[in-house]
Each structure stands twice: as C-alpha cells, then as structure tokens.
C-alpha cells in the first residue's frame, strides 16, 4: 500500500524549502557572475577598439552606448534565467539547470579572459 506522500506526489515543506533556499543562491550567483561578465566584455570591447585604431568620436560612442546595450542584455539575462530556475524547483530539474544557468556563465567568463589576454597581447606587440 502507498502512503499519500507517494500516491499523490508530495514533498515535505522542508524539502521544499531547501530546494528554494538553492534556486535563491544559485540565481544570485548567477547574477553577480553575469554583472561580473559584462564588465569584461566591456573592458574587451574599449581594448579591440584600441587594437582596430578606431578615431575618438566613434571610440566615446561606442564607451557610452556599450554601457546601456550590455547593462540591458545582463537584465534581461537576470530575467530569464530567474524564471528558468524558478520553474525547475517544484519540477525536480534544479540541478540539471543549476549546472547549465551557471555553468555557460563560467564557459563566456573563461572565453572572455582568453579574449582579454588575447587582446592585450595584440597591443603589445
């Protein structure tokens, strides 16, 4: 014989409360990663400038409208992800997508110092 826990798929609170306390952590991690990774597309940005020798009006519009268009894209990156994540707690996917929110965070994080030492490379020799 089932219990009711079994028959009709129920958790306890806590377990509940722990999977939510693990979607909150992950998204702020998310989030201070992705903020993190903006601003190194940025810097990579105003140094392939450097590196194309592009003229000063054109370098000050690109400096102050990268600003905005990045600081849009991590938003609605935040957005989309908190919703992802969010779903995935009372459908048992949390770690699944834990690994791929996070993860393809650290893979651009990891792309984008390659680029950086790539880039300053370019301009020293």
Avoid: C, P
Avoid at 65 to 93: D, H, M, P, Q, W
């Amino acid at each position: 014989m089932r219990s009711v826990h079994e028959e009709f798929d129920v958790q306890s609170s806590w377990l509940i409360r722990g999977k939510y306390l693990i979607y909150f952590v992950s998204w702020v991690a998310f989030v201070g990663l992705t903020f993190y990774l903006l601003t190194r597309l940025r810097l990579n940005l105003l140094l392939l400038i450097d590196v194309l020798d592009v003229n000063r009006w054109a370098r000050s519009a690109v400096h102050n409208f990268s600003f905005v268009i990045l600081g849009l894209v991590g938003l609605s990156l935040v957005i989309i992800a908190e919703n992802y994540l969010r779903t995935a707690v009372l459908k048992s996917l949390l770690a699944r997508r834990v690994a791929i929110t996070v993860g393809s965070v650290l893979i651009l994080l990891v792309a984008s110092l390659a680029l950086h030492r790539f880039l300053l490379y370019l301009i020293m020799t």
